[in-house]
């Protein structure tokens, strides 16, 4: 339906790319508002604490974060409502027969989005469990749907990365995605591509940059019986534990905590510190909105819209960034590689490219986007290199956006902690590099470079900023 609509407002056509990001940004400000709002009421009921939804529609995670394309936005609305339907059956005397089959596509749905999706159902499902075994029939319910429903999901994932009919799926040959993740995510070696994390960091570091002051109102809204009894908290308890456990913590994973948390506590009773708490509240989340919402990563979808306006682009290797994504390249996604590094070593740039390289054909341009404050690139990009020439390979900028912030990139371990500030603000920005190979000509041009250079301790003289884009390109 939505491409439908907006095929209907391209009079027909494809949508661009900018239309798609529009469009796909304004549906999920729609489910986040809406949904989440409606989920919210109907867990908190008469039992919400005054001012819990205002929190929860205040906070700079709703407003920013949960309005974006991301699996952690669908997992955050598809959990409150499983927590809906799963409080309406433990709720009612009766076995609840509609409540169970919601709840069993609402859970396989969400498993399949994201695998640490139960992790939030493991305590409050202790209820359900009771349930059933005093409902045999609520049991059989949820049981027989999900499992056709998980089936479902299994034949549609195997028919589109493989390509294959359905006739010709078999038990050799299925793809089962989340056990996929769950073996990619068991192994220490791939999880330290994303970045390996004390055990502690979801709890003393991702928490309260999503909760700010809410943190503080916690303790005095919460008590055992309270606990034991609240839907809402208990898959907080059960989330925040489990993946505490996992040694790859980013703080995206918590998202569908802070509408559980904040919904659950209430403002302080007296009017002098209600107003200066408020402050307090106000200042954190425009100073966090503004930081994750519109610096953090905050270049890689212009970046992918400057690409998606070339008709050159052969071979794209993105390199600490988000994941890129490639539906904004629009119809000619088809005809470009797209290679996502994640982090990692700056020599898998060069290993991903050898093949490239030597490569004669100069009609599909090779581009490497990284940030800026990436400085290991320095030794391939033109003008940057310190005696003045390049190694194997040589990049030219052609491309560049200045509201881009890699925090994720924060070494204070290996680089201090000045110097790592200076690298990382100092040169923020995303560049978009094209690999010059040997026999072509009429390389890109940056335009409109020059409003200085960005300095800092590490890589020298820094990267001029292609400014001709980024007054074009709004951060989206």
């Not at 059956?89 to 919601?102: A, E, H, M, Q």
């Not at 769950?182 to 999503?210: A, K, M």
């Not at 890699?406 to 690298?423: A, P, Q, S």
Request: hydrophobic residues 45%; positive net charge.
């Amino acid at each position: 339906m939505p491409m439908t609509l907006l095929q209907w407002i391209a009079s027909g056509r494809d949508p661009s790319p900018t239309m798609l990001f529009y469009g796909v940004r304004l549906l999920f400000y729609f489910f986040s508002i809406v949904y989440e709002d409606w989920a919210l009421l109907e867990l908190g009921s008469a039992t919400m604490p005054s001012g819990g939804l205002l929190l929860a529609a205040s906070s700079w995670v709703t407003w920013s974060i949960q309005t974006r394309s991301f699996s952690n936005s669908v997992e955050t609305v598809i959990l409150l409502w499983s927590l809906v339907f799963l409080q309406r059956i433990v709720g009612t005397k009766g076995p609840s027969l509609r409540n169970c089959i919601l709840l069993a596509f609402f859970v396989v749905f969400g498993t399949f989005n994201r695998i640490t999706f139960p992790a939030f159902l493991i305590l409050p499902g202790i209820s359900l469990l009771q349930h059933f075994i005093k409902f045999p029939l609520a049991f059989l319910a949820f049981t027989l749907p999900a499992l056709f429903l998980t089936t479902s999901f299994i034949l549609l994932d195997t028919h589109i990365y493989t390509q294959l009919p359905l006739s010709q799926i078999n038990l050799t040959n299925i793809i089962i995605t989340p056990l996929n993740n769950i073996v990619y995510n068991s192994s220490t070696e791939n999880l330290s591509q994303h970045g390996l994390h004390p055990l502690y960091t979801h709890l003393l570091v991702n928490l309260p940059r999503l909760l700010g002051p809410a943190l503080l109102l916690l303790p005095f809204n919460l008590d055992m019986k309270r606990l034991k009894s609240s839907i809402p908290l208990l898959s907080a308890v059960s989330g925040l534990t489990i993946l505490s456990l996992i040694p790859h913590q980013e703080a995206r994973f918590l998202i569908p905590i802070v509408p559980l948390i904040l919904s659950s506590v209430s403002l302080p009773k007296e009017a002098t510190w209600r107003k200066r708490w408020m402050v307090v509240w106000t200042a954190f989340n425009l100073v966090f909105g503004v930081l994750m919402g519109i610096y953090h990563q905050g270049g890689v979808v212009p970046a992918q819209l400057y690409l998606s306006g070339r008709n050159d682009v052969g071979t794209v290797v993105w390199w600490k960034t988000y994941k890129p994504p490639t539906w904004l390249l629009g119809v000619t996604s088809r005809n470009v590689d797209t290679v996502d590094l994640m982090g990692g070593k700056v020599d898998k740039i060069m290993n991903a490219l050898k093949g490239v390289i030597k490569d004669k054909k100069c009609d599909r341009r090779a581009f490497v986007v990284a940030p800026l404050s990436a400085v290991a690139l320095d030794r391939w990009v033109i003008g940057e290199h310190e005696d003045g020439k390049q190694e194997e390979m040589a990049l030219r900028l052609v491309w560049s956006y200045g509201r881009h912030l890699n925090l994720d990139d924060m070494d204070f371990g290996d680089d201090g902690v000045t110097e790592t500030v200076e690298r990382v603000i100092g040169r923020r920005g995303i560049g978009v590099y094209e690999v010059e190979k040997a026999g072509c000509v009429g390389y890109t041009t940056p335009s409109n470079t020059g409003n200085g250079r960005l300095k800092g301790k590490k890589g020298g003289k820094g990267r001029a900023r292609a400014k001709g884009d980024e007054t074009a390109q709004k951060d989206l």
